[in-house]
């Protein structure tokens, strides 16, 4: 009974966001994706590991899915999307968290850089 009530808040949390708060949900998600992979990594479970980068690889997938092209900021955003991808399936293939620790970063401030429009936007 309680499982419901948790899973009918958590969905009309998530219907109620504005796109900018989904936006960083999601790479938030990613973020904790990634962390996830590299504690996997660093602790042999493979299994986990391999979910992790697939989880992490369908939120970029979706991000890329929504971009709304009419805007010129979209295509460098496809152009970075693609980039993870690719750093993706180069860690998938050589399990190197070299490749996590480059990533995060670049993530991060991606993140921050949205959070910081959209903190602006609210604000007009």
Do not use: C, H, W
């Not at 899973?7 to 994706?33: A, C, F, H, P, W």
């Not at 750093?87 to 050589?94: D, I, P, V, W």
């Not at 070299?98 to 602006?120: C, M, N, W």
């Amino acid at each position: 009974m309680y499982q419901n009530g948790y899973q009918q808040y958590k969905m009309q949390s998530v219907n109620t966001m504005t796109r900018g708060e989904m936006l960083l949900l999601l790479y938030d998600e990613l973020i904790k994706r990634l962390t996830r992979a590299q504690i996997a990594l660093e602790s042999k479970d493979y299994d986990l590991f391999e979910k992790s980068v697939r989880r992490s690889k369908e939120i970029i997938q979706y991000l890329d899915k929504t971009l709304n092209m009419e805007y010129e900021i979209s295509y460098e955003l496809r152009r970075m999307y693609e980039f993870f991808l690719y750093e993706l399936s180069r860690l998938q293939a050589g399990r190197n968290s070299a490749v996590i620790q480059e990533l995060k970063p670049l993530v991060g401030e991606l993140r921050d850089a949205f959070k910081e429009a959209s903190t602006k936007a609210a604000a007009v």
